[in-house]
């Protein structure tokens, strides 16, 4: 079971480059963030001429997040993270498919800090990590993955002093990630590759992709039995390189059925 995760930064601008992800390599489960559609705009019918059944939690504009699935349904959990009723960005959605529970996220930025996108950041981890504390005392089967925009590792980025003084690298955005692994999750892509250097993230800007200036920010969590079944994570960087390509690379982890 291969299960994925990819930012897409605005669904109608790289449906092309979508579409042609998906049919090379047929994920079972195939989770966007960025989306930047509202659910009506969203283009369920595109892929499900290859194949795949669509959820999604669309916003006007910003955010955004979908779930497909090859050839079934996925049956949704959760739309929306609980924990706050004011919080109307769409940031969350959760299904059932295949027997495992997907949660995909597309975490806060929290630029710039300190302010109130910063502490909104923070309290959104919490709420996460509340929520997915209750999925392992339930012993779900359970797969979190999305863009945490959190680089959890000096080793993440390709330099450190570059992105000091980002959210993304903050202690304060490191603790809240690493209390949500103590819980119990394993960070797939880490564990596979533990001395860092593998980057899912290279901004548009002064020619990062090119000189490989990037870091690793999109995250795939599985809970212990997951964890059990691992076989194998990876990143597809080479979409990055495409034309009109996401500033994200999709990332991926296989799982034993």
């Not at 901004?203 to 920010?217: L, P, S, T, V």
């Amino acid at each position: 079971m291969k299960i994925a995760s990819f930012n897409i930064n605005g669904i109608k601008a790289r449906l092309p480059r979508l579409l042609e992800w998906l049919e090379e390599t047929r994920p079972t489960v195939a989770c966007l963030q960025e989306i930047k559609t509202q659910d009506e705009g969203f283009p369920a019918e595109e892929f499900a001429k290859i194949g795949y059944h669509a959820i999604c939690h669309g916003q006007k504009s910003f955010n955004g997040v979908a779930i497909l699935a090859d050839g079934v349904q996925p049956v949704e959990v959760q739309r929306g993270l609980p924990g706050d009723d004011a919080d109307e960005q769409s940031r969350y959605l959760e299904a059932d498919v295949g027997g495992v529970r997907i949660c995909n996220l597309y975490l806060p930025n929290g630029n710039p800090q300190p302010g109130p996108k910063f502490d909104y950041k923070l309290a959104w981890m919490e709420r996460l990590r509340v929520r997915l504390a209750q999925h392992l005392a339930d012993e779900l089967p359970c797969v979190v993955l999305g863009d945490f925009n959190v680089i959890p590792h000096d080793s993440d980025v390709w330099a450190v002093k570059a992105m000091a003084d980002d959210a993304l690298m903050q202690p304060q955005s490191r603790d809240a990630y690493m209390r949500l692994l103590n819980q119990g999750w394993t960070d797939a892509l880490h564990t596979l590759n533990p001395r860092g250097g593998l980057w899912t993230y290279w901004d548009y800007q002064a020619g990062a992709w090119q000189r490989d200036h990037g870091f690793r920010i999109d995250h795939l969590l599985l809970s212990p039995d997951c964890a059990d079944r691992l076989v194998n994570a990876g990143v597809d960087k080479d979409h990055r390189g495409r034309e009109k390509a996401s500033d994200h690379a999709p990332v991926w982890v296989e799982l034993r059925n």
